[in-house]
């Protein structure tokens, strides 16, 4: 009985705590942001989004919302590309104010084709088995970067490349920061992001990131210590408290923008092999692979020496906190594990207990007889 009211006391301090918790699923969202303030971007300056999933259908539709108020903000100048692995094929994407969508299916089977002139759907060569996620995933932006190269290299000023399997984007007068720190230059700007795990923000590309010390973050970011000391929350406040961009030798976040120029350079690839700059050994996992933004950034580093930083309030979230759902949504699930409790506990004082030879229909009455 005094297990029982012990437990019962804590299911009831963590339900309260857990219903104390503001919601805001999507604090930093485009849903409602503002027009661009004037002369900030250019407004001739030619956007090239590529936006990069494995399913198509985890792109949610908040997503694509953001992308068209992107779109909205800085009419006729941003195209938009995505390349998706698997799901059905996407003749057309609820993006209106975009000027172009170009659409990539990577499939064995699929065949180039045309949807409309304003949405190329077409198809890329299946490019087979890995023995690593890197290495396919360098494989895949570098397939996706050449094949752009043929269409949009010699028109875009600035790329932004995107993550879309996410819960936000940045807001459009950050990304507009961003570019105009790219533009015309040999920056490159990442994005401050972040997952939430109980409603704290903890930086979470640490696989892409080497900070300008030459510390690869992966390495000093997962082990015990630093996971119990939130040594990924830390790091994003320290970043999100600075007024400047935060110097890394690499990075990446979910999104990174680009000069076209650096991006499209032919010197350099996400896959290590095709790069006049050989990636340093100790960037790479015990197989033998770097994360394709390492490989790709280095090089650039190298090559252009490109200044490569995070920008505090260039901000996106990977994936969201149960405490971050809707307060309905909490209560739903506080009542399920109540209703699941009082299951337990109903099943538990009905169970027969057998004492002395016979069967007594109330535990916790045979209980303080055994225990006098």
């Avoid at 019962?8 to 503001?22: E, K, M």
């Avoid at 996620?133 to 028109?155: A, V």
């Avoid at 903890?202 to 210590?225: C, E, K, P, Q, V």
Wanted: charged share 15%; proline share 5%; hydrophobic share 40%.
């Amino acid at each position: 009985m005094r297990r029982w009211a012990i437990n019962s006391a804590i299911l009831l301090f963590v339900i309260f705590v857990y219903l104390q918790f503001p919601s805001s699923p999507l604090r930093d969202s485009l849903l409602h942001d503002t027009l661009l303030k004037p002369n900030l971007l250019p407004p001739t300056t030619t956007i090239l989004i590529t936006g990069l999933v494995d399913d198509i259908t985890l792109i949610k539709a908040s997503i694509l919302e953001q992308i068209n108020s992107y779109c909205s903000n800085h009419p006729s100048h941003i195209t938009f590309t995505l390349l998706y692995r698997t799901g059905p094929p996407v003749p057309f994407l609820p993006l209106p104010s975009c000027s172009h969508l170009h659409v990539v299916q990577e499939s064995p089977h699929h065949r180039p084709s045309s949807a409309s002139n304003n949405n190329n759907l077409t198809g890329i060569k299946f490019l087979g088995n890995w023995k690593n996620r890197f290495e396919k995933m360098g494989q895949i932006r570098s397939n996706q970067r050449s094949e752009l190269s043929s269409l949009f290299s010699t028109s875009t000023d600035v790329v932004v490349n995107i993550d879309l399997d996410v819960v936000s984007l940045p807001s459009f007068d950050s990304l507009a920061t961003a570019i105009v720190s790219a533009s015309g230059s040999n920056s490159i700007v990442c994005a401050n992001g972040y997952e939430t795990w109980l409603n704290l923000r903890h930086y979470y590309d640490t696989f892409a990131s080497i900070d300008s010390s030459g510390n690869w973050l992966y390495y000093s970011m997962t082990n015990l210590n630093a996971i119990l000391t939130l040594a990924q929350n830390k790091f994003y406040n320290k970043i999100s408290r600075r007024s400047s961009n935060y110097q890394m030798h690499s990075c990446f976040g979910g999104l990174a923008v680009y000069d076209g120029k650096t991006w499209f350079d032919e010197r350099c690839d996400y896959t290590a092999h095709h790069n006049e700059f050989q990636l340093d050994g100790r960037y790479k996992n015990g197989q033998g692979f770097a994360c394709e933004h390492v490989v790709f950034q280095q090089c650039l580093k190298n090559v252009l020496d490109a200044n490569i930083s995070i920008q505090p309030d260039l901000l996106i979230s990977r994936a969201d906190s149960p405490f971050n759902q809707p307060i309905f949504v909490r209560i739903v699930l506080v009542v399920v594990l109540v209703v699941l409790g009082g299951l337990r506990f109903y099943i538990h004082r009905r169970q027969p207990v057998w004492v002395s030879g016979r069967k007594s229909s109330d535990p916790f009455v045979e209980e303080f007889v055994k225990r006098s």
